[in-house]
């Protein structure tokens, strides 16, 4: 697609254009703010004056009027003079609206840093969790699983994404001829949580590490699917996985791995899929020149970022290859209005 052309206007044009997008990382920063500070939640009280709020966050009041008056800007806050209270958008940023987003304001400390590192990362070709915060990805995990409140602040930021996630798969696919599904690496299990909550015959396993079950476990217990749903510790590589699901859900996994990885985490799928077994994975499939939705380009640069060389966001023949190779047939790509589109195999 030809780039947009600019009116000669003696640079004006493309100085806002330019002065959009180098301060766009400002507007993310209002918004950590504004959480972390805890502004929503204490608007969820009703309407108050950035004084009275000032007082209640214990800030001085000019600053407290700054960011209000940012955050109103950005649609999360109304306002009729210098009194505030929270938008419909705003409530999902409490703990209770209808659906808990503030987790999100978890890219504001884990990966805003490293983004600082891009230039770096694209040199380096490899992950900037080392030259960031001073040790490996493997030791920050195994730091926040000793963490419960950093932990459950990343389970918070999981579920953010695969709750809405799941409830658009679980209207999406025809799980009626199924039974059993099992999420590979679902962590506290927010997408199938959802497929069960919507197909009352479905059974579920969440497989994941021991600390991140446990999380599952609480998160089954509070939707009521106790007995039906539960939890299973197995290792993404060694495996075997849990048997007796006829469905597999891969969400924002493939994307962490090279293609050899990638190969042995869907040959332990096929291992433990009966024949006509379906396999769902949901990522930013991008399009056949690598480009694709902003979320999905930017992903893309965010595995270079995070995560082994080769690591990415992949194409549908990207994806179909590493299937086939792994014995399964691709049905379809459905492009859903999220994140993460849904790539429907099945194995033979």
């Known amino acids: 697609m030809a780039a947009t052309a600019l009116h000669p206007t003696d640079g004006v044009e493309a100085l806002n254009r330019f002065n959009d997008i180098v301060t766009r990382y400002c507007e993310s920063q209002m918004f950590f703010a504004g959480c972390n500070l805890g502004v929503f939640q204490q608007l969820t009280g009703g309407p108050a004056t950035a004084d009275e709020l000032a007082g209640r966050l214990n800030i001085h009041p000019d600053p407290c009027h700054r960011l209000l008056t940012g955050l109103s800007q950005m649609g999360l806050l109304a306002r009729d003079g210098n009194t505030f209270w929270n938008t419909s958008l705003a409530a999902y940023l409490t703990p209770g609206g209808p659906l808990n987003l503030e987790p999100l304001s978890m890219w504001g400390n884990l990966f805003y840093p490293m983004w600082g590192r891009l230039d770096h990362a694209v040199r380096e070709y490899g992950p900037q969790w080392q030259q960031t915060f001073g040790f490996s990805q493997q030791d920050a995990f195994a730091n926040m699983y000793q963490d419960q409140a950093t932990l459950r602040k990343f389970g918070g930021l999981m579920s953010a994404y695969s709750i809405p996630q799941g409830r658009l798969i679980a209207e999406t696919f025809d799980f009626a001829p199924h039974h059993c599904v099992l999420d590979v690496a679902g962590g506290p299990g927010g997408l199938i949580i959802e497929i069960g909550k919507r197909h009352p015959h479905m059974r579920g396993i969440v497989m994941d590490l021991p600390p991140i079950c446990a999380l599952a476990d609480e998160a089954i217990e509070a939707a009521g699917l106790t007995g039906r749903f539960d ?10 996985y849990p048997s007796g699901a006829d469905v597999i859900s891969l969400s924002w996994v493939l994307h962490d791995w090279n293609d050899e990885h990638c190969l042995q985490i869907l040959r332990n799928c096929h291992a433990a899929l009966p024949s006509g077994g379906a396999m769902l994975i949901t990522e930013s499939i991008l399009d056949e020149n690598r480009s ?20 990415r966001e992949r194409t549908e023949a990207e994806y179909a290859a590493l299937l086939e190779r792994s014995g399964f047939c691709v049905e379809k790509l459905v492009r859903l209005a999220a994140p993460r589109d849904l790539l429907i195999a099945r194995k033979p």
Request: hydrophobic share 45%.
């Open 231 to 240: 939890s299973q510790v197995a290792d993404l590589f060694s495996g075997p």
């Open 292 to 311: 694709g939705t902003p979320f999905g380009v930017l992903m893309s640069l965010h595995m270079l970022v995070l995560c082994e060389p080769g690591a």
